[in-house]
């Protein structure tokens, strides 16, 4: 069964600081990675994913994140970071062949000026 | 313009009362699901449809019964609401398995 765990429930980073958010996952199979974010009452907005290729994908609103298989990792990150980041961020996993995702606990990014 | 629309937005309602949420998407897309997040922002696939079809039933009661009428809607129906039940609910859709999901906002569902 696939699962993706996200460390750290809550992260807190100064306004122009790297953005790192950590993300793990477990497949059987050959992943779809994904990188959703939730803003206060809305739904998911989609960031970035990874199906093949390049291992190095990059999203909307500067972030980018690198699949590493050795490390079963798909980490999120972003140079600087604004206010308008403060969010909530879900890493999720699908199987290349099923369709479901399934979706890590989330990570809180609060953004300090 | 709204790519997947749901409705309603919010819903307050006693327990044990039958209550449906609608989900509309216009992106063409064939496959269409309901997830559910819980208090804890915890989101988990209940159904997904392809073409009308289901094919993804995830261990949700039977009191949850989805329907599909066109591949454009994905409706949810619930029965004997129980307090459990309060969540956000969330449809989405897709152009094939594996494509990106689209969201829509969601229905808070709020059980007295």
């Known amino acids: 069964a696939q699962s993706v765990t996200q460390l750290g429930s809550h992260v807190s980073v100064s306004e122009g600081a790297l953005v790192l958010l950590r993300c793990n996952y477990s497949?059987?199979?050959?992943?779809?990675l994904f990188w959703y974010v939730q803003y206060p009452n809305q739904g998911l907005q989609l960031l970035l994913k990874?199906?093949?290729?390049?291992?190095l994908v990059k999203g909307i609103n500067g972030f980018e994140a690198e699949f590493k298989k050795s490390e079963t990792s798909f980490h999120l990150t972003k140079p600087s970071a604004h206010m308008s980041d403060a969010a909530e961020y879900f890493c999720?996993?699908?199987?290349?062949?099923?369709?479901?995702?399934?979706f890590g606990a989330g990570t809180i990014l609060r953004v300090k000026s | 313009d709204t790519a997947v629309s749901q409705t309603p937005k919010y819903l307050v309602t006693q327990m044990g009362n039958d209550k449906s949420i609608k989900c509309e998407q216009n992106?063409?897309?064939?496959?269409m699901y309901w997830y559910k997040q819980d208090s804890k922002k915890f989101l988990k696939i209940m159904f997904s449809?392809?073409?009308?079809?289901?094919?993804i039933n995830e261990t949700v009661p039977n009191r949850f019964s989805p329907k599909s009428p066109d591949k454009a809607h994905l409706n949810l129906h619930i029965n004997s609401l129980e307090l459990g039940d309060s969540a956000v609910y969330f449809c989405?859709?897709?152009?094939?398995?594996?494509?990106?999901?689209?969201f829509g906002d969601g229905t808070r569902l709020s059980i007295l």
């Open positions: 992106l063409g897309h064939d496959t």
């Open positions: 449809y392809n073409n009308k079809e289901l094919i």
């Open positions: 999720a996993v699908s199987e290349v062949y099923g369709n479901k995702l399934v």
């Open positions: 989405a859709s897709s152009s094939r398995g594996n494509q990106p999901q689209h």
């Open positions: 990874y199906t093949t290729g390049a291992t």
């Open positions: 497949s059987s199979v050959p992943p779809y």
